[in-house]
């Protein structure tokens, strides 16, 4: 599973990638999680509002940190 | 990109998923929220005369003495702010679960300029927006046709005309000076907008963003419930007054001090109403300063009541939130220098005018 946290860097968008992290080892599942904070990368996934979850290419959620069982239905969900 | 049709399925709406009220479970929520209004009302009222109490028979200060002046002030403004702080931001955060920023941007493509103008600066208010996202934010904007000039004005009024800063004004200094602040930041956003609009400035935006081509990614719109709009505006408390309340507390404690020991008149001299020059001076100080607004309007509260103008502190204040040197650097990564420039100087000169129209009609 690829996961990629979308956010160009301010304390919300870690707050998300640690929660997604979390996630992961609760779910107990195998998955890459990337930082991606390029702007131009950023906007390429169609985003434009930080944080922003993308889990294998599908945009999970955007503009707002997700919570832990959001995260943890999106990991077991596929 | 695929486009995300089956989003819906594998994310529940919300991370509860709460299903439809009912109509008992309505009528719990009305009464909850009408009892919480109520006791809020309640308490707000007393404030005064716990303050009293605090400052003059709990702590045994004098009535009219410098330090018990200043203790009441402090006891006073403290809850009070505070409480105020806690009921907007929760009614804000139940008002902007209503407009997220894929709402904003369709809502504002293709808007012809001045009405686009007058709806962005408008909808700033309203869109939930966080600082860093500026530059995905605008790069969104841009690319699915909304105007340059429109995508400033927002971008002018999400962060000046905020909740914050008007509770603030309206808790320290009255309704009037929070009224004037609020038209006067959406007359900047807007007219500042349409002028960087007319000065047609396209070819300004750095030239990876234009030649960005995005696929029509569909954000789905969430189907929020009403218990969802009350976790909105819990959430928007538990962040923002979490994150505001020592600003909140410092500043009123360094208003309080001003408040009871420096004399009268102190400031007219640099900041008062016959030195001309202290409106520009206000800008440009204000430029490298960030501040939010919580830190900013009990200082502003001090400076008035000491002797400087209003228009000279409002200036100042704008300066503060509106442009600032961080921004300024985020969003060089999308922008060449040269409109950045024309951006700084004409929502400058902007703040510069208001400052001197309230040092001559107040």
């Not at chain 1, 992290?21 to 169609?46: L, W, Y």
């Not at chain 2, 408008?122 to 699915?144: D, H, M, N, R």
């Not at chain 2, 007219?191 to 609009?197: D, F, H, L």
């Amino acid at each position: 599973m690829e996961i990629k946290v979308l956010g160009p860097g301010c304390a919300k968008c870690s707050e998300a990638e640690k929660i997604m992290q979390a996630a992961v080892e609760e779910a107990g599942v195998t998955a890459t999680i990337e930082k991606v904070s390029d702007f131009q990368q950023i906007a390429k996934h169609g985003v434009f509002s930080t944080p922003a979850v993308v889990i294998d290419g599908q945009i999970k959620c955007v503009g707002k940190v997700p919570t832990k069982p959001e995260a943890l239905g999106w990991i077991k969900g596929i | 990109m695929q486009p995300i049709t089956s989003l819906k399925q594998h994310t529940p709406a919300t991370p509860q998923s709460t299903p439809p009220l009912t109509s008992a479970a309505k009528i719990k929520y009305l009464l909850t929220g009408l009892a919480g209004i109520g006791l809020w009302f309640a308490l707000y009222l007393q404030l005064h005369r716990l303050a009293e109490l605090i400052a003059f028979s709990l702590l045994g200060m004098t009535p009219g003495t410098h330090l018990g002046e200043a203790m009441l002030f402090f006891f006073y403004d403290t809850p009070k702010v505070l409480m105020l702080l806690t009921l907007i931001v929760f009614g804000v955060g139940i008002l902007r679960s209503f407009f997220t920023p894929e709402r904003t941007r369709k809502i504002l493509a293709g808007k012809r300029e001045s009405v686009g103008n007058v709806l962005a600066a408008l909808l700033g208010i309203v869109t939930p927006f966080c600082s860093c996202s500026a530059v995905p934010l605008f790069i969104g904007f841009v690319t699915a046709g909304v105007p340059l000039g429109v995508t400033f004005s927002f971008l002018i009024s999400a962060p000046m005309v905020n909740e914050i800063a008007l509770v603030l004004l309206y808790g320290l200094l009255g309704w009037k000076v929070a009224a004037l602040y609020m038209g006067t930041g959406l007359l900047i956003a807007i007219v500042a907008g349409w002028i960087i609009g007319r000065l047609q400035m396209e070819h300004y935006i750095e030239d990876w963003v234009r030649e960005l081509h995005i696929n029509g990614v569909d954000i789905p719109d969430e189907q929020l419930s009403w218990t969802d709009r009350f976790n909105h505006g819990k959430t928007a408390v538990r962040d923002i007054v979490g994150r505001v309340w020592v600003y909140v507390v410092a500043g009123i404690a360094v208003g309080a001090g001003i408040h009871g020991f420096v004399p009268e008149g102190f400031m007219a001299q640099i900041m008062g109403k016959g030195a001309w020059w202290s409106v520009p001076a206000a800008v440009v100080i204000g430029i490298p300063m960030y501040s939010n607004a919580a830190g900013i309007v009990p200082v502003v509260q001090a400076l008035l009541e000491k002797g400087a103008a209003l228009g000279t502190v409002l200036a100042f204040m704008m300066s503060v939130i509106a442009l600032s040197l961080p921004e300024m650097v985020i969003l060089r990564k999308v922008l060449k220098p040269q409109l950045i420039a024309v951006f700084i100087g004409v929502v400058g000169t902007g703040i510069m005018l208001v400052g001197y129209l309230f040092n001559i009609i107040i």
